[in-house]
Every structure is written in structure tokens, then in C-alpha cells.
């Protein structure tokens, strides 16, 4: 739980996510669509991967991956963030963490 409450406090927004995951690919385009680019921990390439799996679901995500977090905070997992979005509430959350546009 260690390992995972250190990385999901890392970056403004971090995904916890599996390579063969699909929806974890959505919502990862989701976020870089949106201007932020999360730090994603593909943690099937984790040799802790089970224990990892183990801590999100304690942590209370409702599914192991993809599991959200937003300024250290667990958002949850793919049912959550798009409901976050589809009622306007997601871009408040990272807009501390958006890119900023270069001035010309």
C-alpha cells in the first residue's frame, strides 16, 4: 500500500493501469485530450502487480485498473471519471494540472 500511496502522490494526475487494458488506454486519452499528461504506472509490469492490485481495491477503487487518482486523492476507476466528465465536474479537479498554452 506503501508503494502505491508514493506513486499516486508523484504527479498532479496518475493513472494505475495494465497494457492490455482498454479502458485504461480510454481514459488515459481522456486525460491528454483534456490537457494533462498523467504519470501511468503499467503495473502488469510491476513484479508487485498482485499486491498492487490488492491495495487499489482496499484503497476502495471499485476495480483494480484503471485507478485514478487526481492531487493524491483516489477519483476511482473508469465508471467514476466519466461520470465526473459527463457532469462538467472533471475539469475543475485537473485544471491545476492542465498545459499551459505557450504565448506567441
Same mark, same amino acid.
Given at each position: &500500500?506503501?508503494?502505491? %500511496? ?5 504527479? =498532479?494526475? +496518475?493513472?494505475?493501469? /495494465?497494457?492490455? #487494458? #482498454? *479502458? #485504461?488506454? %480510454? +481514459? %488515459? ?5 483534456? =490537457? ?12 508487485? #502487480?498482485?499486491?498492487?492490485? /490488492?491495495?487499489?481495491? !482496499? ?6 485498473? $484503471? @485507478? +485514478?487518482?487526481? =492531487?493524491? /486523492? *483516489?477519483?476511482?476507476? %473508469?465508471?467514476? +471519471? &466519466?461520470? *465526473?466528465?459527463?457532469? =462538467?465536474?472533471?475539469? $475543475?479537479?485537473? !485544471? $491545476?494540472?492542465? @498545459?499551459? $498554452?505557450?504565448?506567441?
Amino acid at each position: &500500500m506503501d508503494k502505491v %500511496t508514493r506513486y499516486a502522490s508523484e504527479q =498532479g494526475v +496518475v493513472i494505475f493501469s /495494465k497494457s492490455s #487494458c #482498454c *479502458l #485504461c488506454y %480510454t +481514459v %488515459t486519452i481522456l486525460f491528454r485530450d483534456l =490537457g494533462v499528461q498523467p504519470r501511468v504506472y503499467e503495473i502488469d509490469h510491476d513484479p508487485e #502487480c498482485r499486491e498492487i492490485e /490488492k491495495a487499489l481495491v !482496499r484503497l476502495g477503487c471499485s476495480a483494480p485498473v $484503471p @485507478a +485514478v487518482f487526481i =492531487g493524491g /486523492k *483516489l477519483v476511482g476507476s %473508469t465508471n467514476e +471519471v &466519466m461520470s *465526473l466528465h459527463l457532469s =462538467g465536474s472533471l475539469v $475543475p479537479l485537473i !485544471r $491545476p494540472y492542465q @498545459a499551459q $498554452p505557450s504565448a506567441i
